[in-house]
């Protein structure tokens, strides 16, 4: 079974278009982030959520709005989508302690045109 | 505030050499310390993690890395290199929290294996 699974594994859309990316993990983790992606594989925390609670929320534009109706999910809605916001989108969970590492998901691909 | 510099962003290594990545942190609290490999289009894999109980760490897959606090490093190595090895491999630091582990990354290293 995967530990972090997120879904669309791929996403080309339309700039403008509003999208969701959804994550789910079954390691019941306390903490839940959002990493991007660029295109040169450089790796920046979005947000981070605490048992539903919203605990890191680096600078992103608002059209970014993670949710996260319980601890084993967290997604991402993003509007009016733009060029730039093209990357690959991770999802992760650690049991939230410091020294505990991430889980990482297999990523999507996000392709705004 | 905690930064990561991996030094050189692509490593070129003959089958069966050494491996070295490099990697210095800056951080105002004891780091936690980590180095993560990612694959062709997949996720972050844990290759190991320095906690403060030793300053030696093996990892997975043969990877060692030694926290040297006196020079704010990190490297990892690999005495001998397989192809399997190809791939991109990423520092991170830790300040940790009681809420969360918020990662640095460095910007990456991209290795590529020749035989």
């Known amino acids: 079974d995967t530990a972090v699974s997120q879904t669309p594994k791929y996403l080309v859309t339309q700039m403008g278009n509003d999208k969701s990316i959804k994550c789910e993990q079954n390691?019941?983790?306390?903490?839940m982030y959002w990493y991007k992606q660029d295109s040169k594989k450089f790796l920046k925390i979005m947000f981070s959520?605490?048992?539903?609670?919203?605990?890191i929320n680096e600078t992103v534009p608002n059209r970014f709005s993670p949710k996260s109706p319980d601890k084993a999910h967290l997604n991402l809605h993003i509007n009016s989508l733009e060029l730039g916001d093209s990357a690959v989108y991770f999802c992760?969970?650690?049991?939230?302690?410091?020294?505990?590492?991430?889980?990482f998901g297999n990523g999507t691909r996000l392709t705004v045109t | 505030a905690q930064s990561v510099t991996q030094l050189g962003s692509h490593v070129s290594v003959s089958e069966g050499a050494l491996v070295l990545l490099r990697c210095n942190y800056s951080?105002?609290?004891?780091?936690?310390l980590f180095w993560y490999v990612q694959y062709p289009n997949q996720g972050l894999q844990l290759l190991l993690k320095?906690?403060?109980?030793?300053?030696l760490v093996k990892g997975i897959n043969g990877f060692e890395a030694e926290f040297k606090k006196s020079e704010t490093s990190f490297h990892l190595t690999k005495p001998s290199a397989h192809m399997s090895d190809a791939a991109e491999y990423f520092c991170?630091?830790?300040?940790?929290?009681?809420?969360?582990?918020?990662?640095?990354f460095g910007g990456g290293t991209r290795v590529l294996v020749k035989p």
């Open positions: 992760a969970s650690t049991p939230g302690t410091g020294n505990s590492p991430l889980h």
């Open positions: 390691l019941g983790h306390d903490t």
């Open positions: 959520y605490n048992n539903k609670e919203l605990i």
């Open positions: 951080s105002s609290v004891p780091p936690y």
């Open positions: 320095y906690t403060s109980a030793a300053t």
């Open positions: 991170a630091v830790s300040e940790g929290s009681a809420a969360g582990n918020k990662l640095t």
